[in-house]
């Protein structure tokens, strides 16, 4: 019977070594596991403010994103105006070449005719009201195209805005999904120890 006493009492100091050994192997590995979290801790705080110091950087530059903007604007009104001028100068002088060069003619033509057609001071005056419609035309276009980019600025600020709300919910479902993953994994844990230490 002293012999089974012994191989009972090896076996507890076995038992117990064994314990002391997954216990120091549990301990080193939480251990590790701080030291890791704490790593990852620090690296997604070193992303945090690479992110923070990035988007300030951005935000200087909107002033000068908005003066650009505004440049253009004006640019394209002061080319619409130009180019409403220059061709409301050209017109003129074509106007007045062609009634210079055949208003005799043609008045001389009309008191033969002695006919109800339209005088060329008439005719001159349709024509001045065509290109007075056709600059503001160009006016009115310009304006269409500015209200467009305007509108497409727009949009993309809601696609921005929802591409950031998009990714906010990501984040919250991947939180949610290693949180349960985590419980998971100590309820599985505590389950195997609980089975574990039953003979």
Sequence with gaps: MSTTKVQATQEQEVTSKGQVEQRKQREH???LLREEQEHINKALDETKNNIKRTTDEASKDIPHYTQIVNEYQEET??????IADHYLESQ????????????????TANRAVTSNWTPPKDMSEHYAKLVSAFA???????????SAMFANLDAFK???????????????????????FEEVSRETAAATTTTASFP
């Design 29 to 31: 590995l939480i251990l």
């Design 92 to 107: 003129r002088e074509i106007i007045n070449s062609f009634q210079s060069a055949w208003l005799p003619q043609l008045e």
């Design 136 to 146: 503001d035309n160009t006016i009115a276009v310009t304006k269409l195209v500015n």
């Design 158 to 180: 809601r696609s921005v805005q929802n591409a950031r709300d998009n990714v906010k919910e990501f984040s919250r479902i991947g939180v949610n999904s290693s949180k349960t």
């Design 77 to 82: 009104i002061q080319a619409a105006r130009q």
